[in-house]
């Protein structure tokens, strides 16, 4: 497999087909379920509908989308981060979900870094959004640590609830 996003304890990668047992795992999750959505991953036929209709669809649209995480010391997949493209904004926004084993232990903190600095420096974005509910307390400190910034309570079409913007600008000149 290649990696193109390489940390102290992760490696980062373009999903695959052969990725179907893991996202079947990861999107069953609790905290994915009740902070992202039960997208309906029922059995590995619908993981694998889902990895061609979400990131291999990006990938090919965009040149970008959700990467998995590999955990270089547990040499096994632990989570997805990268980006999504949404019509209704002006730049990309990330998004992030670990398996509960590795949560709380940096692991998000460090790819979401790892993430925004490839989107500064590679992929040339200026600035990044990112969504959350307002009871998910873990991820909005997560976001503010990192550089973004709360903007505004907003209703996305796919939701119910109301869900809260966040966004991050990069100076031109620096690194995060």
């Given at each position: 497999?290649?990696?193109?996003?390489?940390?102290?304890?992760?490696?980062?990668?373009r999903f695959v087909l052969?990725?179907?047992?893991?996202?079947?795992?990861?999107?069953?999750?609790?905290?994915?379920?009740?902070?992202?959505?039960?997208?309906?991953?029922?059995?590995?036929?619908?993981?694998?509908?889902?990895?061609?209709?979400?990131?291999?669809?990006?990938?090919?649209?965009?040149?970008?989308?959700?990467?998995?995480?590999?955990?270089?010391?547990?040499?096994?997949?632990?989570?997805?981060?990268?980006?999504?493209?949404?019509?209704?904004?002006?730049?990309?926004?990330?998004?992030?979900?670990?398996?509960?084993?590795?949560?709380?232990?940096?692991?998000?903190?460090?790819?979401?870094?790892?993430?925004?600095?490839?989107?500064?420096?590679?992929?040339?974005?200026?600035q990044l959004y990112a969504?959350?509910?307002?009871?998910?307390?873990?991820?909005?400190?997560?976001?503010?640590?990192?550089?973004?910034?709360?903007?505004?309570?907003?209703?996305?079409?796919?939701?119910?609830?109301?869900?809260?913007?966040?966004?991050?600008?990069f100076p031109l000149s620096?690194?995060?």
């Open positions: 497999m290649r990696y193109f996003i390489d940390t102290p304890r992760l490696a980062l990668r052969t990725d179907d047992v893991f996202i079947h795992r990861l999107l069953n999750t609790p905290t994915w379920i009740q902070f992202i959505g039960d997208r309906h991953i029922t059995d590995l036929t619908a993981a694998q509908n889902y990895l061609q209709n979400v990131p291999f669809q990006s990938y090919q649209a965009y040149g970008y989308g959700p990467w998995l995480v590999y955990g270089k010391q547990e040499k096994m997949p632990i989570g997805m981060c990268g980006f999504f493209r949404r019509p209704f904004l002006v730049a990309p926004d990330v998004g992030f979900a670990f398996l509960p084993a590795f949560e709380g232990q940096g692991f998000a903190r460090e790819a979401l870094t790892a993430c925004m600095d490839y989107a500064r420096s590679i992929l040339g974005f200026p969504f959350t509910f307002p009871a998910n307390e873990r991820c909005i400190r997560l976001l503010e640590r990192t550089g973004f910034r709360y903007q505004e309570l907003i209703h996305l079409p796919s939701e119910v609830k109301p869900m809260m913007l966040f966004t991050a600008t620096s690194k995060i």
